[in-house]
């Protein structure tokens, strides 16, 4: 089993910036990739970025391709998403989230996932 907790969320005003961390915890996560979603009030479920279990490979939601970065440290079974240029429609929870086999378009489903946070508030004031 994994456990992932996510901090780093906070109230920010359009145009900063924050990095959201995801710890993780019960097994090491450099064989897993790893993603971050969003959820935001009466909104369904979306992909916002991933990362291939050694780094290599990055994927992007077109909405935050740009500004948004994840990177992963393995020594550290941690993930991270570095979010700048924020604005108010980025405001949701962030979960981060875990999937032991994955390829190609399997990145940017939820459901591939295996393990997931609690999530971290986000909010993007105008």
């Known amino acids: 089993q994994v456990q992932l907790v996510e901090s780093g969320g906070g109230l920010v005003q359009a145009g900063g910036s924050l990095r959201l961390s995801c710890a993780a915890s019960g097994r090491t996560i450099s064989m897993y990739a790893m993603g971050w979603f969003r959820q935001a009030p009466g909104k369904e479920h979306e992909f916002v970025a991933a990362i291939s279990w050694n780094g290599v490979s990055t994927f992007y939601a077109d909405s935050v391709k740009g500004r948004f970065t994840i990177s992963r440290d393995n020594a550290k079974n941690t993930v991270y998403l570095q979010m700048n240029s924020l604005k108010p429609e980025d405001t949701a929870v962030y979960y981060c989230?875990?999937?032991?086999?994955?390829?190609?378009?399997?990145?940017?489903?939820?459901?591939?996932?295996?393990?997931w946070g609690q999530g971290t508030q986000v909010t993007v004031s105008s």
């Open positions: 989230a875990a999937a032991t086999f994955i390829s190609g378009s399997s990145y940017y489903t939820g459901g591939e996932y295996d393990y």
